[in-house]
């Protein structure tokens, strides 16, 4: 990143306020999701409010994000994928590879009580690995609840739906073959 330490808190307000945007709340459902009043939030997010470890990690936590997200940390790893996230539809992915072949990323689902499910078909393959909350996965006419640390895989030509299963954000890890193209894991045994 490059910058001073007044240089990186200066950016938390502006990342903050994007951030609870791109999630859809309001400055009042965050303050009755994370127990900070409305006005310290709005303080933080325009710069007028110091970040401190004890507002950061209530809204790292509402937001599902690494604390480091939240500040801005300097990127580590290949340095050509970009972990940037983007927002569709409502969920959020973080590519973890470059383009081509089969495509890793982290998504993010946040709670969606108003949304109905609706299945989808689309080409290729899919394989998941909860890393937070708990997420219901309706594969054609399986009703599946994953907890952290389960994985599920499946062709993506099966009518499916991917959501929370209660109030809370759901973290994955997905690797998707556009092609159908699986993730195999291959050991040599001597």
Do not use: C
């Not at 240089?7 to 859809?24: C, F, N, S, T, W």
């Not at 952290?148 to 009518?159: Q, R």
């Amino acid at each position: 990143m490059g910058g001073t330490s007044k240089d990186v808190l200066e950016a938390v307000g502006p990342r903050l306020r994007e951030l609870r945007r791109r999630r859809g709340f309001t400055l009042a459902e965050l303050s009755a999701r994370t127990g900070i009043n409305e006005s310290t939030l709005s303080r933080l997010e325009g710069g007028q409010r110091k970040p401190t470890l004890e507002l950061l990690l209530p809204l790292a936590e509402v937001y599902a994000v690494p604390l480091d997200h939240l500040v801005g940390a300097p990127r580590t790893g290949d340095p050509r994928i970009h972990l940037r996230p983007v927002t569709r539809d409502g969920l959020t992915y973080v590519p973890l590879s470059q383009p081509g072949g089969v495509q890793a990323h982290k998504l993010l689902i946040p709670p969606r009580p108003e949304v109905e499910p609706e299945l989808a078909t689309h080409e290729g393959f899919e394989w998941l690995y909860v890393l937070a909350g708990r997420l219901r996965l309706l594969l054609g006419d399986q009703r599946l609840v994953l907890k952290p640390g389960e994985a599920a895989e499946f062709d993506t030509h099966v009518p499916h739906w991917l959501g929370p299963d209660d109030n809370r954000a759901v973290e994955l890890l997905v690797l998707f073959g556009h092609q159908g193209e699986r993730a195999h894991l291959r050991a040599r045994t001597p």
